[in-house]
């Protein structure tokens, strides 16, 4: 350290301690006192620099800690209150441990090749429990008793169940959560130097769930930073690997349950000046980081996020040799994708006990053609396969549904579209849907070919277009309850649409039900207020004359409501209808199902699979070759305040923003544009006055007519119905409506 220099004393003479001469007389003049002004000055100059520098010291302060909230407790982080000695032995440290009613673990040493010091972890215990505490830093000085120098110490936060169960939410494995923490047991090595993680284990009803948390030791800090929270339904540690061709390691974690395959992927990133060290960063497969080829690269990340990973990986790796800068960003991306696409590939190629789980393999890797033909191989494994699928919250419905955006007409897919329906719903349900998406004649047979292994005696599944005994009842009684208004639908309800709100408490006599009003721990209520019903046509919501006859109507869906937490976005919860409620003319259903991760958005929708085909700006095909919706657009916007001269260009340029979705316009092929706020940047800028604040669509026919367009109405395009006749679900301000197309 430099030394402190000491203030230099001055010593003057001073006139009043010199002795005058005898006979002489002293005369003491004063002389003119100085101004203090220019000291006054000098003070408060002094004072505004300070107070300038505090002031920017504290703005940075400020903006670091809203970039990274994270570095707060490190700043303020006080010296430790430990009362340890400088050095100590382990026995010594035993014996102290005791006496504070704690009990120590197996001491672990953390290497540092870079340091010429060794350190030793020492993991504390509750007394009469195996749940780690804290865990402290030790130094190493001499051998043969190794004396231990107290550096540092973090402490061993249980995770929340939320944390430790996140990827089994939304699985059958999920165990129900009753508002507990889970304890960290062990600490083990943390695979590379400076690293180590405490862990803890969960085993019930044949899962294995490891979770835990990272920890890193900064020697430069000589602090330990908690930098993630993990878990494993596959019992796997992180394990470390190069993810953005960088060179340097990062974080991969193994979500996987069941058969599907889930990696976590997290970049480590150093970090200079305040704050942690470390800044970690997880990989997304939502945004795209490439300029070229940006609408093939946003197609190869919508079959990803579907689950179809192998087919996201063929389509990405010709991107990598296409674009001339390839991002570590998009690096990461792609191979994030490979180690989703290697294990959904290695499983749909192993051998399996059971032919229902080899089938599932191969639709979870979008081998709809070999699982197909399996099928047919191994009839029997039809009843397992319905059970899995009708229980499956959408995750092979998804994987269909992404498979046809891309090859509209693939035989199997649209096969496996209509077994998925059947499972779930109806064979009627079935054969309207592959009616609906105009299947050739060579489909619908594969599908009836499929579905007769269900007419077997056991068999969930029902024979095709034949009403159950219970919607024969439902004739002449849903006539007499019209009431003599418009003509009300006479049969069962086949699908719905509403909106749905979370429910704290159930009282039972304000609900019809024909079943007991119980509820498991993981799960919460639900009310849906239906936007419209679907009964031989898209009607708006009615009850009937009783609530009896209005349950008997809506009986026959069971479990196949499905919840949205916003509009067209987030994963699916599957919902048990439960109970209906009649106000006059408005009916309410009451539904059951698991807790969301998040609160719901104001535009929460419950709806039936397979009666609705989503649309997502970001999840759809390149529009920019795509000859009607160039046409289309071109007419939309002909009568805007575009100069003709321009036209061309602006059209360009907002098609190079767009994705389309092909879709059924009854009978008739089209596409719908949707332009994401980039696009409606684009048409701004040249004078059409469209709000930002809702995704523009347009609906163009095979020969480029425009039959739908919001470019100057504020509202969104949802959805369109997937089984007819066509309607629009829209979103306003006003809220939600369907409206025929």
Excluded at 77 to 105: I, N
Excluded at 277 to 303: E, F, K, N, W
Aim: hydrophobic share 40%; charged share 15%; net charge neutral.
């Amino acid at each position: 350290m430099p030394r402190s220099r000491s203030p230099r004393k001055l010593f003057l003479p001073l006139p009043w301690r010199q002795k005058p001469a005898v006979g002489q007389v002293q005369l003491w003049v004063r002389s003119p006192r100085r101004s203090n002004r220019w000291l006054g000055l000098l003070t408060v100059a002094i004072g505004v620099w300070a107070g300038l520098g505090l002031l920017l010291f504290s703005l940075r302060l400020g903006v670091q800690m809203m970039i990274a909230p994270e570095i707060g407790p490190s700043l303020l982080r006080l010296p430790s209150a430990s009362t340890e000695p400088d050095l100590a032995t382990l026995e010594e440290l035993t014996v102290r441990a005791t006496k504070a009613k704690e009990r120590l673990g197996e001491p672990q040493l953390l290497v540092l090749p870079d340091s010429p010091f060794r350190y030793r972890l020492l993991p504390i215990y509750a007394p009469t429990a195996d749940s780690l505490t804290e865990v402290r830093l030790y130094q190493i000085h001499g051998s043969e008793p190794e004396q231990l120098q107290y550096v540092a110490q973090v402490g061993a936060v249980p995770l929340s169940e939320t944390e430790a169960f996140g990827p089994l939410l939304g699985t059958a494995q999920a165990p129900p959560l009753q508002r507990r923490s889970l304890p960290l047991s062990q600490v083990t090595s943390g695979g590379q130097p400076g690293w180590f993680v405490l862990e803890g284990r969960w085993q019930r009803g044949g899962v294995d769930l490891r979770y835990g948390r990272m920890v890193y030791f900064d020697s430069q800090s000589q602090t330990l930073e908690m930098v993630a929270t993990w878990s494993s339904p596959a019992a796997q540690r992180p394990q470390w690997t190069d993810l953005d061709g960088t060179g340097w390691l990062d974080l991969l974690v193994d979500e996987s349950a069941d058969l599907e395959p889930a990696f976590q992927g997290i970049q480590v990133f150093e970090q200079r000046g305040w704050g942690p060290s470390l800044r970690l960063q997880p990989v997304s497969l939502i945004s795209v980081p490439v300029d070229s080829h940006a609408g093939a690269y946003r197609q190869a990340l919508t079959l990803a996020q579907a689950g179809l990973w192998s087919d996201a990986l063929r389509q990405i790796d010709p991107l990598k040799a296409q674009i001339e800068f390839w991002p570590a960003a998009a690096e990461a991306q792609r191979r994030l994708i490979q180690h989703h696409a290697d294990r959904a590939s290695q499983q749909a190629e192993q051998t399996w006990a059971s032919p229902a789980q080899k089938i599932l393999a191969q639709l979870i890797d979008g081998r709809w053609q070999a699982a197909l033909t399996d099928l047919r191989t191994h009839p029997e494994a039809l009843d397992a396969l319905q059970r899995i699928l009708a229980e499956d919250e959408g995750r092979i419905w998804n994987r269909v549904s992404a498979s046809l955006r891309l090859r509209p007409s693939e035989q199997a897919a649209l096969v496996w579209g209509g077994i998925i329906l059947q499972a779930e719903k109806d064979t009627s349900t079935a054969l309207a849907w592959l009616d609906q998406r105009q299947a050739g004649s060579e489909a619908k047979q594969q599908l009836q070919q499929a579905l007769t292994l269900a007419q077997r005696p056991g068999s969930r599944g029902r024979s095709p277009l034949a009403l159950s005994p219970q919607s024969e009842s439902l004739t002449a009684e849903a006539i007499a309850d019209s009431n003599g208004s418009q003509p009300f639908p006479a049969g069962p309800v086949t699908a719905a649409v509403g909106t749905v709100k979370p429910l704290a408490q159930v009282d039972g006599d304000a609900w019809y039900s024909e079943q007991p009003l119980n509820l498991d721990p993981a799960q919460s209520w639900y009310t849906v207020d239906l936007i419209a019903q679907h009964q031989d046509g898209w009607f708006e919501p009615r009850p009937a004359q009783s609530a009896a006859a209005s349950w008997r109507q809506w009986a026959p869906m069971g479990q196949s409501l499905r919840l949205l937490p916003g509009s067209g976005a987030g994963a699916s919860i599957q919902l048990q209808l439960r109970g209906l409620r009649q106000q006059g003319t408005q009916l309410t259903l009451l539904a059951s199902g698991h807790k969301p991760a998040q609160p719901l958005a104001p535009t929460a929708l419950a709806y039936s699979p397979g009666s609705l085909a989503w649309l997502n700006p970001d999840m759809g095909l390149a529009a920019a070759a795509q000859p009607q919706l160039r046409q289309g657009l071109l007419a939309a916007l002909a009568k805007t305040s575009i100069q003709a001269g321009t036209m061309a260009e602006v059209v360009n340029q907002a098609l190079a923003q767009g994705t389309y979705y092909p879709v059924k316009l009854g009978d008739q092929p089209g596409q719908v544009l949707l332009l994401d706020r980039l696009g409606v940047d684009r048409l701004i800028a040249a004078g059409v006055e469209c709000d930002r604040l809702t995704p523009k669509a347009l609906i163009v026919t095979a020969d480029g007519r425009v039959i739908y367009n919001n470019l100057l109405t504020p509202e969104t395009l949802v959805a369109i119905t997937d089984i007819g006749p066509t309607q629009l679900l829209l979103w306003s301000q006003s809220g939600y409506q369907l409206r025929p197309l």
